[in-house]
């Protein structure tokens, strides 16, 4: 009886795998940038105060909103984790997948990611090619 569903050869798994890492990679080139570049430059210091802001003023939204940010970031962070054997921005794309996520012990990982220099550094290049303003990070 075949391990693999649907009957599929190894062969064609790995060509499977292959096709999702080129376009993971290539989704990650295009996204990442975008999205780093259309944040303000204090966002890693205001984030989650607007974000609490916002599920007060509008609850019913704030559950709407949850699921969608919560199912965004948890495919970033899947695919970050990928990405760190794979060709694509690993830990970047994992940072942006965690500040989507809406779970206890968030703002630890965040502030561990943010505090290396090597991510710092990344960022805010992004941000220098598109012509926005350095992100301003929170003291240690």
């Known amino acids: 009886m075949p391990i693999l569903p649907f009957h599929l050869s190894y062969t064609a798994l790995l060509e499977v795998l292959g096709l999702l890492s080129i376009a993971s990679f290539l989704l990650s080139l ?27 003023r509008h609850p019913a939204l704030a559950i709407v909103i949850k699921i969608v940010r919560n199912s965004l970031g948890g495919f970033l962070c899947l695919a970050g984790i990928m990405m760190l054997f794979l060709p694509g921005q690993g830990l970047l794309t994992i940072l942006i997948g965690a500040s989507l996520l809406d779970v206890p012990g968030r703002q630890k990982v965040l502030d561990a990611l943010i505090r290396r220099p090597t991510i710092q550094h990344a960022l805010n290049w992004m941000r220098h090619t598109t012509g926005r303003p350095p992100f301003h990070f929170p003291s240690p």
């Open 30 to 56: 295009l996204l990442i940038p975008f999205l780093v570049s259309r944040a303000s430059a204090d966002y890693f210091l205001t984030h989650t105060r607007t974000v609490e802001q916002r599920h007060h």
